[in-house]
């Protein structure tokens, strides 16, 4: 890779980003992932002369809408059906293991 097709790059050392992901990368890996994430990286910057000013900011590419449906009251099963399906109950209550953190 020439030097001045990255000048106006940042650029990221990998080994770096490996230590704090604490990753052990080998010298090859490291080689192969630096030659990688600075080709990423140009074309990123080549996103930076894209003219943006009359596209509307968005957090999705597609519109997202909300699915609501109507709070309606419905019937519901009784205490003692819900019970019934319980795997251990006692008292109208559920019996659930102990869990100790």
Request: charged letters at 25%; proline letters at 5%.
């Amino acid at each position: 890779m020439e030097t001045g097709t990255r000048q106006n790059t940042e650029h990221i050392d990998v080994s770096y980003v490996a230590h704090l992901a604490r990753l052990h990368l080998a010298d090859s890996e490291i080689q192969v992932f630096q030659k990688q994430l600075d080709h990423i990286l140009q074309h990123v910057h080549m996103l930076t002369h894209l003219d943006v000013d009359h596209v509307e900011p968005t957090a999705h590419a597609m519109p997202v809408e909300n699915a609501y449906r109507e709070d309606d009251i419905r019937p519901c099963l009784s205490h003692d059906e819900v019970m019934d399906n319980a795997p251990n109950g006692r008292g109208g209550l559920f019996i659930v293991p102990k869990i100790i953190e």
